[in-house]
């Protein structure tokens, strides 16, 4: 139009950050064929010889800015939001699980899949997050086993599409040290670092496929301070640290971004039924920090997602800990051995 000057050349100014968030909150609202249209482009790309698909996707004009912003907002390291993506999350009946449910509807999702080992429970969160007008559906799921989740997968998309974000949540404790039985360490395995693996393993190719997504895992704390008492939780804990960690350094910078979210004490039924029990990890975990509900908890998970960042730390105790663990680990591990050693009789 004559007189006005064109959008990359307005008078308009802000940081980057803040421009970058406007325009995503805007182009969400756009008509969803616009995605569709973008997702076509890349694939019909795809098809052409390698250098040809390097030089249409370097070059600016080659896309319409909508097209563009989109792509930036799907990277590590950039920002990812919620608005129109499908979402699921595994042991979402209770807890954390419930609060990311209702969060991520919350933070405008198109459909957000509940999917936990209790039917019931699963169906009850499931009423709730529908209750902000988002589509919701409850899957049972046990997520200890693969052909589980190969179906939550397949159902997803059937209902609602591709899974955009991924909250791999659903966690178990012990309650047990070394001497924990084989099934116990088996269980704990196969719930806290197993079912992060195999779904990775199942929806982790189609987000790079699509050049877009964000697959977050449920730690703990535990995963990186360790925590006295329950060792299957602890040492399992850090392995879902790492798994995520490798998860990151092997597709983080491809389009997908992974994060780990490590709380310290959460108000869930975990915590207070071994509060209850008398269990020497949670009077730990309660005596190392501030214990937070699972609406904060889940609040700080999303705004994670949402800034692209790695690791999630709700407690800034945490991160201090951690610092101090790295800089001196043998004095670390004397002062909460003295801390946890338990009083002679």
């Known amino acids: 139009m004559p007189g006005v000057a064109p959008w990359w050349k307005s008078p308009f100014r802000c940081t980057c950050t803040e421009f970058g968030h406007c325009l995503v909150f805007l182009l969400t609202q756009i008509n969803k064929w616009q995605d569709s249209a973008i997702r076509t482009v890349q694939d019909r790309t795809r098809e052409l010889p390698s250098f040809l698909g390097e030089i249409i996707h370097r070059i600016p004009l080659a896309a319409p800015p909508t097209a563009l912003l989109l792509r930036f907002s799907h990277r590590q390291g950039g920002f990812m939001l919620l608005a129109d993506k499908v979402v699921v999350v595994t042991g979402g009946g209770r ?77 178990i404790a012990a309650g047990a040290g070394i001497d924990a039985t084989a099934r116990q360490w088996a269980r704990a ?46 040492v399992t804990k850090g392995a879902a640290v790492a798994l995520a960690e490798w998860l990151a350094l092997t597709h983080g910078g491809r389009g997908v971004q992974i994060s780990v979210l490590c709380p310290l004490g959460v108000r869930t039924d975990m915590l207070v039924d071994a509060l209850n029990a008398g269990h020497e990890t949670a009077r730990a ?15 700080c998970a999303i705004e994670g997602v949402a800034e692209g960042r790695f690791l999630i730390l709700p407690q800034a105790q945490t991160a201090t800990a951690y610092a101090e663990k790295a800089a001196d680990p043998e004095g670390w591990l004397a002062r909460h051995r003295r801390a946890t050693a338990v009083p002679a009789s």
């Not at 019931?120 to 529908?130: F, N, S, W």
């Not at 195999?198 to 189609?206: E, G, T, Y």
């Not at 975990?285 to 609040?299: F, I, N, T, W």
């Open 285 to 299: 975990v309660v005596a190392s920090g501030p214990v937070l509900e699972a609406d904060e908890v889940a609040r």
């Open 95 to 171: 807890g954390i699980g419930a609060a990311l449910a209702d969060q991520a509807a919350a933070a405008g999702a198109r459909a957000v899949v509940v999917a936990d080992i209790d039917l019931a429970v699963a169906r009850a969160t499931a009423q709730r997050v529908g209750l902000r007008g988002t589509a919701v559906e409850a899957v049972r799921a046990d997520v200890g086993s693969p052909a589980d989740l190969d179906e939550l997968a397949r159902r997803t998309r059937e209902m609602f599409g591709f899974v955009d974000v991924f909250f791999s949540n659903a966690g």
């Open 189 to 234: 395995w196969s719930i806290n670092v197993m079912s992060h693996v195999n779904a990775a393993r199942i929806v982790l190719p189609s987000m790079l496929e699509r050049d877009s997504g964000a697959f977050v895992i449920t730690a703990s704390a535990a995963g990186l301070l360790n925590i006295p008492g329950d060792a299957p939780y602890a």
